[in-house]
């Protein structure tokens, strides 16, 4: 879809972003992750930031897990 208008790009898609939480970086069993806090003080898992392959197929790094830092 093209939209033709004289306005600025911002103001005709202003309120279109979702509102998502910020993400933080932790240390979770002794490798860097980045998650989204929660109410209750835990992480839901969104990346794990490493360069082993094997950290990559562990379970306990799965996106969407509820963790607690270290």
């Known amino acids: 879809m093209i939209i ?9 898609l202003q309120g ?7 993400m ?3 240390i979770y069993q002794g490798r860097s992750v980045m ?3 929660q ?3 835990h992480y839901e898992l969104a990346r ?3 360069t082993d392959p094997q950290d990559f197929l562990n379970p306990d790094f799965q996106p969407g897990r509820k ?3 270290d």
Not at 6 to 12: F, R, T
Not at 16 to 22: C, G, S, V
Request: charged share 25%; net charge negative.
């Open 39 to 41: 109410e209750d003080g």
């Open 35 to 37: 998650g989204y806090k």
């Open 48 to 50: 794990i930031i490493s």
């Open 4 to 12: 033709y208008t004289p306005l600025p790009a911002e103001m005709v």
């Open 67 to 69: 963790v607690l830092p």
């Open 16 to 22: 279109l972003e979702p509102d998502l939480p910020k």
């Open 24 to 26: 933080s970086n932790i």
